[in-house]
């Protein structure tokens, strides 16, 4: 069933929140940077373990005592997104220790196309041509990035980098495939345990004070847990997904932007070169596809109107 159309109320919303939530997840790079934890296990072990107890208390209070059922009925698409939960949230805090922001969120910036790949690979979703197009170009935006990290040994943090997109990826046909049963919030708590019973090992022995729990604390909740339940439950149903794909560049321009002023890390030029290509390819091919979602709906109120005019 068609979901219904947001009012103009609806729809503001739905962009308010999603800017919101656009600059909740930009502030990882510069929460991280101020901690003075060195080991990235550590700090993925604590984001993930303040995350997954906050998403499991919303699980709680939503559902009650039929939270596990929920759960369990997701079957295995529920746990293959859980688990491609976990490697995002696991390698996107180790790709931050382990590399700029800017190199890491332009990497991750490559995560709608790698997604319109899987759906046209496994699901046997359409692609436009200019998808096609601007993919070309990200993959060239990447390969000058990639090029530069061998240069300034961020090579490790790149390659951990794009294991996030890949894993999204997963998680996308996972979901199509579940058809309706994954609990997003339900997978998002599954993820977070998993990463933190992953990285528990490593992280040992543990050396955060009590201000590295709070920032970690402020990691799990409030960069990723609520901006992760306000886009699901309010900016997706109510906008498009080009529009979707339009705010969430706010990330990774801000992100960079943050620790930029607070910590002067500046990306390489070949960084920001490599990363500007694969910004203008998201924005222009979410641009065409939102003007191309205005141009049908406009189409479809003008043949509505000629109906009713019609004797």
Sequence with gaps: MTPPTPTPAQHKTGIATMVLCALLWSIAGLLTRESSVANGWEVTFWRSGFLAA?????????????????????????????????????????????????????????????????????????????????????????????????????????????????????????????????????????GGLLSMLVTSPLAYPFSAGGTDLALFATLGVFQLGVPGILYVMIAVPRLSAAEVGLLSLLEVIFGPLWVWLSRGETPSALALAGGAIVIAALAVNESIGLALERRAARRGVQRGARRIAAP
């Excluded at 369990?72 to 996107?92: D, E, I, N």
């Excluded at 790698?114 to 993959?139: D, I, S, Y």
């Excluded at 000058?144 to 061998?150: P, Q, R, T, Y």
Aim: charged fraction near 10%; proline fraction near 4%.
């Design 54 to 190: 906050f998403i499991v208390a919303v699980l709680a209070a939503r559902h009650r005592a039929d939270a596990l059922r929920r759960v369990a009925a997701m079957g295995w698409p529920g746990l293959v997104s859980g688990v491609a939960w976990a490697v995002m949230f696991t390698c996107f805090m180790l790709a931050l220790t382990r590399t700029t922001v800017a190199n890491t969120l332009f990497i991750m910036g490559v995560l709608p196309f790698c997604t319109a790949a899987a759906g046209w690979l496994f699901l046997r979703e359409r692609v436009p041509p200019r998808t096609w197009l601007a993919m070309a170009a990200a993959a060239l935006g990447i390969g000058v990035m990639f090029g530069d990290a061998l240069n300034t040994g961020n090579l490790e943090g790149s390659l951990i980098a794009a294991a996030v997109p890949l894993a999204a990826a997963a998680n996308y046909v996972a979901v199509k495939r579940g058809g309706g049963r994954v609990d997003f919030i339900a997978a998002l708590a599954l």
